[in-house]
């Protein structure tokens, strides 16, 4: 069975910090995929990224950056300078084959950046 | 904007009552998800239609159901409401299904008085 855990439940920081957020998952696929999602205060949920599992490629978007380490079933997401715009609730996801490709999330990490 | 639309934003009902919530998937995109957003339970998937037929089910109750229409939008029934239903309602499609990226309407928030 998938599961994905997140197991920071608020991070605060002060603007311009570099915050990372953890994402551990468990899955006995060996094809399968991992999100990341955010949800504002004003509460739609925006699509950040999608990794397959074959590419451990790292990747850089802007202020934001995705390490992904199938060795420790991790994919931590960082935000780099943070701003207050970013302030959200960010969740981790994952589907896999056998699970019907249908995600499962983490429970979110409520991120709260001040200025 | 993801692209994907829904109604009503909002809905404020009685226990023991019926609601329809209707989605809009985004143009092309022939799969519809819905899920239900607690703070209990989290983010909980709980059907799945591809193109008019039901593709997958989740944690949905016998009291909920739903469809999707040859047009594809998607219509979810919640009835005999309770309390413990109050939650943000989300639907999401992509066009195909399997290894596609869901994107997420805004979502109907539901509160059961």
């Known amino acids: 069975a998938q599961k994905v855990t997140q197991a920071q439940t608020e991070i605060s920081v002060v603007e311009k910090e570099d915050v990372t957020l953890d994402c551990v998952y468990e899955?006995?696929?060996?094809?399968?995929?991992l999100f990341w999602y955010k949800q504002p205060p004003s509460g739609e949920l925006v699509f950040l990224i999608r990794?397959?599992?074959?590419?451990?490629q790292n990747e850089i978007s802007g202020r934001y950056s995705w390490n992904f380490q199938k060795s420790t079933s991790s994919f931590n997401f960082t935000i780099t300078a943070s701003q207050v715009v970013d302030s959200a609730v960010y969740f981790c996801a994952l589907s896999e084959v056998g699970g019907s490709y249908i995600p499962t999330f983490g429970r979110g990490t409520s991120l709260i950046v001040h200025p | 904007d993801s692209g994907v639309t829904q109604t009503p934003k909002h809905l404020i009902t009685a226990t023991g009552q019926r609601v329809t919530l209707r989605c809009s998937p985004r143009?092309?995109?022939?799969?519809v998800y819905w899920y239900q957003q607690s703070l209990d339970q989290g983010l909980q998937f709980l059907i799945q239609y591809y193109n008019g037929e039901e593709r997958a089910k989740g944690n949905i109750l016998e009291r909920f159901s739903a469809q999707q229409f040859p047009d594809l939008h998607s219509e979810l029934n919640l009835s005999s409401l309770e309390l413990g239903d109050s939650a943000l309602y989300f639907c999401a499609s992509s066009v195909e299904i399997d290894t596609d990226t869901q994107y997420f309407g805004p979502g109907t928030r539901l509160t059961v008085l």
């Open positions: 990794r397959n599992s074959f590419d451990e």
């Open positions: 899955t006995r696929d060996t094809t399968y995929y």
């Open positions: 143009s092309g995109d022939l799969s």
